[in-house]
Each structure stands twice: as C-alpha cells, then as structure tokens.
C-alpha cells in the first residue's frame, strides 16, 4: 500500500509565520516563515518514510465562494508583507526538494486537496493530508487521514465518529448551521456547534432536518430554522470542498523528483541557515558519508587525521600543527585553535577552512576525500575571483577571531548583580503601581491578559487586532502613553524586565569561572554582507539607546591597572558611499571633514534651499532629519519607510528625498547602476569582490522584487565596511605580535573595535591602532577614527 502525504501549504505558512518571530538575516530579509516551514519540512520527510508527497496552496484573489457571498472571508486581514516576500522562497525551496506544488486560480488549497483526494484515492493508497482546519474532515474514508501538524495526531474516520457522534460528510451540515468565524460563513444567530451536533444526531443531516421541521424543538429552535433556511444552505455551499477541479494528475506526479542537494544548501546559505545542513543527515536522498571528512584534518603530507585523534594525542600532532611549513585543512579551525591552544598547541597557517570556503562561494561540496574537496573548493574560488579575499583577509582572520574570543572581555560581575537587585526592585514597584492602576493582579507578560484589562477593563482606545486579542506592543503603548498613565508604566516595566532578564540575568552565566571574563563567539560566517556576528553571548547588541540600559556596559571593565580604549569608524559607510558614487560634493565635504550630516541639512533647508514646497510643520531638528535620510539612502529606505521614521506625510518624505538626489546626483547615479547591475548579472560585490547573489530582483512578487533592489544597494556599502575592519583587525593582529604586546583586543562592535591596553603600552596602542585603521585602505575620502579610553565601557571619554 502506497502512503501519500498531502499538505496543506498555506496553513503550515502561517503556522511557521506566527511560531517563529523576528528572524530576518542581516541584509534584511524576513525568514522566520522560511525556517519554520523548512524544519517541518525536514522533520516530516524524516518521519513519513515515503517520496509519495505533494503540496496544496492557495492563490491571491477572490475565489468561486465569493460568487455565492461576497462577504467569504471578509474579516481576514491580506497578508503582511514581511510573510508575502517568504512565499516564493519556500515555493523554491520545495521545488529544490523535488516537490511538487499544486494551486489554481479561483481555489483554495483545501479545493486542490480534495480535488487531489479524489483523483488519486484507491484500495492500493492509504491517504495523509497535513491541515490545522477542521473543514478538511469531511474527507475522512476509509485510508484517508487527517494529520495534526501541530502535534503529529492523526484522525481518521471512526475516530471522527466516536469524538463527535456524526458521520464525516456532516462537517458540511455543521458548517451551515453553527457557520465558520475564521471564514465568516454566517450560520444563525445562537446557535453553536454543540446544538448543531444535537440536530444532526436526531434527525441525520440539514437536509433531513429541513424535511421534519415541525418536529424540531424548542419552538425557537423551530423558529430559528425556519427564518434562516437560506443561510444555512449557503453556508454548506461555502464550506462544502470543491473536489472536481481538472487536475492532470497521477501517482507518479506526485513523488519527489531527485532534490537537489547543492541548490538546497546554498540557498540554506544565502538565508543565513547556518546549521539546517546538519540536520539534512537521516534524509534518504543525503549521503552520510559526505559528512565524514567534516571531523577530519586534511596535512599537505598527505596524511587525513581524525580531529579527536590529535585532540587525544596532542605530543605527537604538536609539531605539525605549530608547522608553518605543513598546511592544515579541515573544518571550523576557529575552534581546533581555541581548544587546541588551551592544550598548549600553537595551531599556525597555513590552513584551509572548507567552511570559509563554504560561505563566501556559496557552494557546499561534499566529498569522501578531504584533499578532493579542497581541491573542488579551490577552483571555485578561483572561478568567482574570490581567491585573494579568501587567502589574504578571511584565512587570517580565523586566527585574529581566535585571539580576540580567546582574549575576552573582564565583567564585574558584583556590579551586575547589584544592579540586578535595583532593577528587580524597581520592576516590583512597577507592578504594585500597575496592578493598583489597573484594580487587579494579572499576568504582566501576556499580551492577552494585558490587552483585556486595557481594552476592556479600562475602555483604553485599541489599535492593532491580532489573532488573538488587541496588540498590546510598544508601538501601542507609545501611542497611548500620554494619555493613560498606566500605559507609560508598562513601557517603563518591560524595559526594566527585559535589562535584567535578558541582559544581566542572561551575561552572568556566560562568565568564565576561571578568566572572569566572556569570552563570546565570534563568527565570520553568519552574514551575507561579510559583517561579523556575535553570540554566546551576542554582545554586538547591548543597549544603548536609553540611560537604563547603558549602565550595564558599566560591568564591562578592564583588569587591574589596564584601561579600556575604543576605535571607531567615524560615518564608515557613508565614506564608502561617497567612494563608490563619486559624488563630488560628498566626497569635498569628507575631505574637508565638514559635518556631513550638518552638510545635507544645509543643503536641505538652508537659505539657498532646493526646497519648492513648505518644510513640513514639526520638522525642528533638520540635522537629525538630514541624518535619517543619509543611512535611509544607504538602507534602500522608501518614502513610506521615511515618513514614518520622521512622523510625516509620504509626499513630503518623497519630497525630501527628490531634493536629496538633486543635491547629491552622483549617488542617484550609483543607485540606478547598482539596481542595473544586479539586474544583467544577478549579484553584486564588494570592494574586496565578496559577492551576494540576490536572486529577488528576478522574482514576480513586487515587494520581493523591491527588497532586491534594497538589499543590492545596500550590500557592497555594508559588506566593503566588513571588508575593511577585518583587514584592520588582522593588521592589528599581526603587529601586536610581532612587537610583543601584552594589550589585547578583546571585542568588535561592527565599526568599532575596544581594547584593553597594558598602561605603559598606551602611547603606542593609541598611535599605532589608529594609523593601522586610518590607512587601512586608500579610499577616495579619507578614513577617521573617533578614540575614547576609560576603566570601564560606558565612563569613556575621547581622546582629541
């Protein structure tokens, strides 16, 4: 018997959609869909153990339900945009895998399912169909299954019997008579499913019902019935599966084509899945073997030396990995460094870290023999131009990011804990107030809880509807915060929650015992830009923006006599743009290290203003405007996206940004041939050649296609500023050592670099890691570094 799985598509979309929040990669896209849809994905071909699949979807545009009511749905908000940019992405990623995808103008994803049950269904076929809605158990037969994807429970036809006392074909009768709120399908007023199920029960169906209405009782049952006979029948009609749709269809349509392996982890890839790869191993079409030699170390004896071998037998591999005379390759040597040096082993270049090679070629390449991979791997570089980028800047810096991880960062950790105390006390007042405010004790932290006592309780105004409730987010809040105290506390008692939750609560464990430092994990391969990440834990994300939040970078000190010293790119990517777009009053203002923010809010409103229109009313700070549009350009920002950072109408941030390119015509220019560029060719680069493929600006979708065109523009600013820092950071790295200095650079915030620096080494940290910064490259404007030094992160002051 052959086992057939079909899934409903769109619901496990919006599943992942709404389980997964907030994850975007670092150029922008939203992924969180992505994710969630690709490990269920993952997950359920590990467990169906069939290639017989297919997906059900459904298609942008009213449907033939809209002919019979045309309020079908109507209570259904349109797709966000930032789920809408997912769908073709996870529509790709099934075609990689060799799914097929089944949709049709007019239809619903539950139509095609029934419509595919129909076709397919036979005594030789046991029938899966994967859906959260309940419409789909009027298909339940005999070998015809209604799956659960949230927890796997299967329901089939006795089941359905036993649970709800009717037969499966009565879905429908329910459906007319309680209705459907989710897909506003009327039913009569009052009547629930529970008395549906009574009807039908006593007298068989809606139509059996209609036939012995003067039987029905109460009279105001009777009554009910009869005034809204029309009703019920239309709401069957409308939740009545349409399963006669045309499909050319077969058994051997609907088993997976071979997948594509490489397709799926490069697009794995692109989207920053750093660790789905993995958990491809256990799938039928993915060969274990090709992850051996990912626990292998590859010598240019010749020689393939299991990790764990040198690991456990560090005297006799010593020698060769302290060689700089015998190249080493393997994967994550990063951390072969670090644990090897904790053994007393100096692991040196030269080395070759497939899972460099991995990321900035884009392609994963397995093969059973390390030295063929490599040799693969090699060709590939050459092929894309990424040879130079590979051995000169990302190679050494595998041993920078070792030292500056290895260095870490001293916590005062008595400080953290006493500013947790203050914190919780403080978080404990907010409460009181609150609770006093609102006339009850609640769950503080559910949004549901919060949305009734503000909503409902106290009358506040709603905004947002969500799934469940009213939203209760910040942006809510913020609104109605100067009207309705308890609001602002709300504000203020999340703030103070998430610091010593996330931020004390969530550092302490990840200081080292024995080092009293955090030693957190930087990573070279987590981005598309090239911009470094950090995590375990992410201390590139500290805040900063209130006075509350930035006390905790208080607990970042130095040790003993040292001091801390921060470096930092003064505008780095507006420098590189003004290199890249040649503008010539960008690059005079740079040259002459005129404010260039103070430069474009000149240019803006000054008295020589391009200005036709009036400066819009609540514009005061017109350099903080002229800021906001500098890194909007640089963002790809929209008009949209500018009115509501500056509180304006859409025609005048349009406005703004028109007069911006008049003023600035050269970076225009660099726009429009970036978005050409990408366009013919279908990437775009760095000044180091680091490339993003941005496959977008292709797509059908014109929201998908308008990030492309932002993500195009955006990259080679952001990724040459990666470019640069790293290079700095390895020149740091290299004099450091070579001149024997007992400083150390200990962490790298994107543009900035902080150092703790032995006392009598200042001077010569100070000049040194400023010229090394400052000259780094040989730009069209000059690069500037602003300095600060003190004894801890947040009391620092600049050096002039």
């Not at 290290?593 to 609540?618: M, N, Y």
Request: charged residues 30%.
């Amino acid at each position: 018997m052959t086992k057939i799985y079909i899934i409903d598509g769109s619901s496990l979309v919006y599943r992942s959609f709404h389980a997964i929040r907030d994850l975007k990669t670092s150029y922008g896209q939203p992924t969180n869909a992505i994710y969630g849809f690709t490990v269920t994905l993952i997950k359920l071909l590990k467990e169906i153990k069939t290639d017989h699949i297919v997906f059900a979807f459904d298609v942008k545009g009213p449907t033939i339900r809209h002919k019979t009511f045309s309020e079908y749905k109507a209570n259904r908000k349109p797709m966000p945009d930032e789920l809408s940019v997912q769908v073709p992405i996870i529509k790709k990623i099934l075609n990689l895998f060799g799914i097929s995808i089944f949709e049709q103008q007019g239809y619903e994803g539950d139509d095609i399912i029934a419509s595919l049950v129909k076709r397919i269904k036979s005594e030789s076929n046991r029938i899966y169909i994967v859906t959260g809605d309940k419409d789909m158990l009027q298909l339940l037969e005999q070998d015809i299954f209604i799956v659960n994807p949230g927890d796997g429970s299967i329901m089939d036809k006795e089941k359905f019997k036993v649970e709800y006392g009717v037969e499966p074909n009565n879905v429908v009768d329910i459906i007319g008579l309680a209705g459907d709120k989710s897909d506003n399908i009327p039913g009569l007023v009052g009547l629930g499913e529970k008395t549906a199920l009574k009807l039908i029960k006593e007298f068989g169906g809606v139509k059996e019902i209609f036939a012995n209405i003067d039987n029905v009782s109460p009279e105001r049952l009777r009554l009910k019935l009869k005034e809204g006979e029309d009703t019920v029948y239309m709401g069957m009609q409308l939740g009545k599966l349409v399963d006669d749709i045309v499909l050319d269809v077969s058994l051997k349509d609907i088993k997976m084509a071979t997948p594509d392996t490489s397709g799926i982890l490069e697009l794995f890839e692109t989207l920053e899945f750093r660790n789905l790869s993995k958990s491809l191993k256990g799938l039928d079409f993915i060969n274990e073997e090709s992850y051996i030699c990912e626990d292998m170390v590859g010598l240019s004896t010749g020689e393939v030396v299991a990790y764990e071998t040198i690991v456990s037998n560090v005297e006799r591999f010593k020698e060769i990995c302290e060689s700089e005379e015998i190249e080493k390759c393997g994967f994550n040597i990063k951390e072969k460094i670090i644990e090897l040096k904790k053994k007393g082993i100096d692991f040196k270049m030269p080395f070759f870290d497939f899972i460099i090679a991995k990321h900035l070629t884009g392609k994963e390449i397995f093969e059973k023999d390390i030295f063929s991979c490599r040799r693969k791997y090699e060709k590939v570089l050459e092929d894309l131009k990424l040879k130079k980028l590979f051995d000169e800047v990302e190679t050494p810096l595998v041993k920078t990011l070792a030292w500056m991880q290895s260095n870490g960062i001293k916590i005062d950790v008595d400080f953290l804990q006493l500013y947790s105390i203050d914190l919780q006390k403080e978080i404990d007042i907010l409460q009181d107030k609150i609770f006093l405010l609102a006339g009850e004790i609640f769950n503080l932290n559910s949004p549901q809880q919060l949305a009734t006592i503000l909503f409902q309780k106290l009358g506040m105004p709603p905004g947002r509807k969500t799934k469940t409730s009213f939203s209760t987010d910040n942006s809510v809040l913020k609104e109605l915060s100067n009207d309705y105290p308890i609001a602002n506390m709300v504000l203020q008692y999340r703030e103070t929650y998430k610091l010593n939750s996330t931020y004390i609560k969530g550092l302490i464990p990840h200081i080292s015992k024995e080092t009293g430092r955090i030693h957190p994990d930087f990573s070279q391969i987590s981005t598309s830009t090239g911009r470094l990440s950090c995590s375990n834990p992410n201390l590139q994300n500290l805040p900063i923006k209130t006075e509350k939040g930035s006390e905790i970078r208080r607990a970042f000190t130095a040790e003993g006599n040292n001091v801390l010293y921060s470096f930092d790119y003064s505008q780095i990517e507006l420098r590189i743009l003004a290199h890249f777009s040649e503008d010539k009053y960008l690059i005079d203002a740079f040259n002459k290290d005129r404010d260039i923010h103070q430069e474009v809010s000149d240019a803006l409103f000054s008295g020589e203003s391009l200005f036709s229109v009036p400066i819009p009313e609540g514009i005061k700070d017109f350099r903080r405007v002229a800021k906001t549009i500098n890194f909007g350009i640089i963002y790809g920002m929209s008009s949209f996206g500018l009115a509501q950072e500056l509180n304006i109408s859409v025609p005048e941030a349009d406005t703004f940004i028109k007069e911006y390119f008049n003023r600035f015509p050269n970076v225009k220019d660099y726009i429009n041939k970036t978005v050409q560029f990408v366009e013919k060719n279908g990437y775009v680069s760095t000044i180091l050649n680091r490339r993003r493929y941005i496959s977008e600006v292709q797509s059908q979708d014109k929201r998908q296609r308008e990030f492309g065109r932002r993500a195009a523009v955006n990259m080679p600013i952001q990724g040459s500023a990666a470019d640069l820092i790293k290079v700095a950071m390895n020149n740091i790295y290299n004099y450091f050592h070579t001149n024997n200095l007992k400083s150390r650079m200990v962490l790298q915030v994107h543009d900035e670099l902080l150092f703790e620096v032995v006392a009598d080494e200042e001077k010569e940290v100070y000049e040194n890691v400023k010229k090394l910064m400052e000259e780094v490259m040989v730009l069209k404007v000059p690069l500037k570094t602003d300095v600060k030094k003190g004894y801890n992160y947040q009391d620092m002051v600049p050096i002039k």
